[in-house]
């Protein structure tokens, strides 16, 4: 079989101008190319390449002052408005930790980068875009009116690549599926041992690496006790219960480069076809709720006491979007979220899949 020839640069243009009102992630996928691959062909004409330097992008940022960060997978868009405050940048990992943008990074896995502007009949819109070696984007900036544009302009000259071409090199994605368990994972009475003796949620990724599962296989393993399987619409119902009693929660959606919270209150939720929104005033999420396959509570021991998340997973086995009841370190769950995470519509273990 001959692999599909890519589109020209010329022609990638051609169709952005033909198509404006199309999102961009979903032009590049009616072309066959990744998003990165979309904007490479535009350098020179509205975009200019920038090097994805995290450390430096995060602490220029901080002074760009009112923006709104991007961080999305296939199934949930994640949109906050705010400053990039509180910056902590490493080799391996990078935060922002500002009341309103909450960030954690993954520097390694951020490959390409662009300054982006367009025009939508008088009005400019600017934003830096940023991809795996996949060509998937990892994060995203977008500028507001108050936005300093004089400290923008300073970092996009200080990233500017020394290459423009219209052209970028993307590496294959193999398919990722986390249904079937590993010939040498953990068994069941040492994930259980393991599980019963954290202390931390921030443990629980390091405890799945040592035992050699997925987050999915592992809420599928552990028993009722720690994780128990709900009814996809449990999603929903979390949502409008939460708005309604003013509840504070927190929102986290991610990719293999970035994953972005929302702490706080959610006032607006709006269903519109399959699509679950929330629409605030500095809080913007789109969940295709169709994307669904599975949605567990899960129940992780704390030095606190434990803690309730709700995991929504896709086919694919890997985690939609993630959520808790707000609280700080050192302080126990609230109980009106472990009240409502407990009364969730359950689906009985012995018709789970």
């Given amino acids: 079989m001959h692999q599909r020839e890519k589109p ?7 169709a952005r101008e033909d198509s404006p009102k199309i999102r961009e992630r979903d032009l590049a996928a009616q072309m066959g190319i990744s998003e990165a691959e979309l904007f490479a062909a535009h350098c020179g004409f509205g975009t200019v390449r920038i090097e994805p330097r995290v450390k430096d992008v995060l602490t220029g940022l901080e002074a ?9 997978n296939a199934s ?18 990078a935060m922002v930790l500002g009341n309103d943008i909450d960030l954690r990074i993954f520097p390694n896995l951020w490959a390409h980068g662009f300054a982006v502007e367009t025009r939508d009949g008088g009005e400019i819109h600017r934003s830096l875009q940023f991809f795996d070696a996949a060509g998937e984007a990892v994060h995203k900036v977008h500028l507001r009116p108050f936005s300093n544009l004089y400290a923008y302009q300073k970092l996009t000259d200080e990233l500017q690549s020394s290459t423009q071409e219209p052209i970028v090199s993307v590496k294959g994605r193999s398919a990722e599926n986390d249904a079937r368990i590993p010939d040498q994972a953990a068994t069941v009475d040492d994930l259980r041992e393991h599980w019963s003796r954290l202390t931390d949620v921030h443990q629980f990724f390091g405890m799945l690496k040592a035992l050699n599962l ?14 128990w399987l709900l ?11 939460a708005a309604e009693d003013e509840m504070p929660i927190m929102c986290f959606v ?4 970035c994953i972005q919270i929302h702490s706080g209150p959610i006032k607006s939720v709006k269903q519109i076809g399959p ?21 567990w509570a899960v129940r992780k ?34 109980h009106d979220w472990r009240l409502l995470a407990e009364n969730l519509p359950r689906i009985p273990r012995s018709t789970a899949a």
């Fill in 76 to 93: 949930a868009v994640h949109e906050k408005i705010g400053i990039y405050d509180k910056v902590f940048t490493g080799k391996h990992h």
């Fill in 301 to 334: 021991p704390t030095r606190d006491g434990h803690v309730t998340s709700l995991e929504a997973y896709g086919a694919n086995g890997k985690m939609i979007i993630q959520f808790f009841g707000t609280r700080k370190e050192g302080e126990p769950e609230r």
């Fill in 214 to 227: 997925s987050r999915r296989q592992a809420v599928r393993m552990v028993g009722q006790d720690y994780a």
């Fill in 254 to 257: 991610g990719n293999r480069g």
């Fill in 64 to 72: 760009v002052g009112e923006v709104m960060a991007l961080t999305r």
């Fill in 8 to 14: 020209s640069p010329e022609r990638i243009r051609r």
């Fill in 231 to 241: 009814d996809n619409a449990a999603v929903g119902a979390m949502f409008h219960r």
């Fill in 275 to 295: 699509c679950i929104n929330v629409l605030d005033e500095t809080f913007h999420l789109h969940l295709r709720a169709h994307h669904i396959r599975e949605v």
